[in-house]
DNA sequence: GGATGTGAACTCTTTCACAGCG
DNA sequence: CGCTGTGAAAGAGTTCACATCC
């Protein structure tokens, strides 16, 4: 099945899988069955092997697949094999957080800058080493390597955050500002509203409380 | 349509459409057509009529749906109908960021306790007013009418916290902690790695440059 | 006229069952 | 013998086109 149109609900997997096989890596585990994996990310075996049949064999018959070469090939697809450098605008509450957040490094994104209009905030360095700089030089990325953008901005200043990150050359964005917003069509946006996710978990609480269990 | 399974993915829409429409109502707007709404939040026309539609008939053909009057619709079937008291556990930098997040109010969602294991944050006000407690003494929350709970612990710290606001009673969980966790049949588990969602990014950036637009 | 509401067609995903290989 | 890889079936979700109603 090698050539062939990838599911978009299998790429979402993928990052799953990668985190698994980089804990049973370190846990010294040379080989793992889809079983195995599977108990573990918490997803079906056959599932597992079906996303990874998009892409090639990567397993060994009777024995499963080695987690470090499995490991290398996602980030491979994923294209997290080069370390991706990243910008922050927007550092208000949430924005110190994820600059703080120690996350990223698992899949190999860094990131190296933060803007804000704050006055008061600009200048200032963060707990990890991020110089806070002003969002009216954001042009400056564009000579920096710099492919992705975290926004973390009031819904309000989005749009127009957004327009100047593209002019600036960013090719992805990861937008914490619950709204739409709009980019040209080789600019990849996925939008991430904490309190929305928030709000559907009631929908699932049934309000008569039953008691049974697993 | 009326009597129907519910797709998830229309339950997944539907907080977007209540945001868009609180937007719209606020503006002044009485009606709004399905196409007006689809530009506003990013979706279809055709597919939010179809989402409306497993519910019932909210709108006036030939009109619109009478904003206010539908936006009471979805609060309903999401069960934001009433004011939803909600635990933080894990006061590190990314949950004082959620404290402080102003967009839970949306959606009549209140966080409404802190709990820590760290003794130098056990007792201090945060700037919500929101006074952090021992997470030893979560049971405390079976009595305080709290049904939902955001956890963002460490991974590591996750499963066994999460065992813990089972057994007070919480009934939907919103985790941050970058692993799948286990819980019973009627808990509601939504996990939400921001790590994850920066990571799948780069696959969608096309390694060579082209500069088409819109 | 101008919008909604919806069966039917279509497309995308998941599940299954088992052939194939180490 | 065990575990992968995959075609084929089943299931979900989206898109369409248009009847329906204000």
Redesign the pocket.
């Known amino acids: 099945?090698?050539y062939h149109?990838i599911?978009?609900?299998?790429v979402r997997r993928l990052p799953v899988y990668l985190r698994g096989l980089m804990v049973s890596a370190n846990q010294g585990d040379r080989y793992?069955?889809?079983?195995s994996l599977a108990d573990f990310v918490g997803v079906?075996?056959?599932?597992i092997?079906?996303?990874?049949?998009y892409f090639?064999?990567?397993?060994?018959?009777?024995?499963?697949?080695d987690t470090e070469k499995l490991a290398r090939e996602i980030k491979k697809i994923l294209r997290l094999d080069v370390i991706r450098r990243a910008v922050l605008v927007g550092v208000g509450d949430l924005g110190s957080a994820l600059l703080a957040y120690p996350g990223f490094g698992v899949y190999g994104l860094d990131i190296v800058a933060a803007f804000d209009i704050d006055p008061k905030k600009i200048g200032q360095t963060m707990n990890h080493g991020v110089i806070i700089e002003d969002f009216a030089r954001i042009d400056t990325v564009k000579e920096r390597d710099i492919s992705l953008a975290i926004i973390a901005v009031p819904r309000t200043a989005a749009q127009e955050a957004v327009d100047q990150l593209v002019a600036a050359g960013i090719k992805g964005i990861l937008n914490f500002a619950p709204c739409k917003i709009s980019v040209p069509k080789r600019v990849k946006v996925i939008t991430l509203d904490i309190a929305m996710e928030l709000a559907r978990l009631p929908y699932y609480i049934p309000r008569a409380g039953r008691t049974d269990d697993s």
């Open positions: 099945m090698r149109k599911p978009d609900e299998t793992i069955s889809s079983q079906n075996s056959w599932q092997r079906k996303d990874f049949s090639g064999d990567f397993g060994t018959r009777g024995v499963g697949y």
